[in-house]
Nanobody, 112 residues
Framework: QVHLVESGGGLVQAGGSLRLSCAAS????????MGWYRQAPGKQRELVAR???????NYASSVKGRFTISRDNAKNTVYLQMNSLTPEDTAVYYC??????WGQGTQVTVSS
């Protein structure tokens, strides 16, 4: 069983920045892929960014050049630095570990 604790969400004005963190704990016996998804009201959940155990990174086209995903394997933690935020980034952001375990989600709201 893996537990994920997310932090860093909140309210920010357009053009601002936020940094999300997600720490995994519990049955951590190997390095696994970690990532971030988001879901806005009335829309499907979508991949925001993902980093594999080998360091391969995928971004949604809408966030390329604005968001950066990174990880600290010693801390079993993944980060998402979000810059130049727009109202279209407003959503609940979910952290995932190994594509099997999920955090409870953290709300990101960007005002115009």
């Amino acid at each position: 069983q893996v537990h994920l604790v997310e932090s860093g969400g909140g309210l920010v004005q357009a053009g601002g920045s936020l940094r999300l963190s997600c720490a995994a704990s519990g049955s951590i016996f190997s390095i696994a892929a970690m990532g971030w998804y988001r879901q806005a009201p009335g829309k499907q959940r979508e991949l925001v960014a993902r980093i594999s155990s080998a360091g391969r990174i995928n971004y949604a086209s809408s966030v390329k050049g604005r968001f950066t995903i990174s990880r600290d394997n010693a801390k079993n933690t993944v980060y998402l630095q979000m810059n130049s935020l727009t109202p279209e980034d407003t959503a609940v952001y979910y952290c995932t570990y190994s594509d099997l375990y999920w955090g409870q989600g953290t709300q990101v709201t960007v005002s115009s």
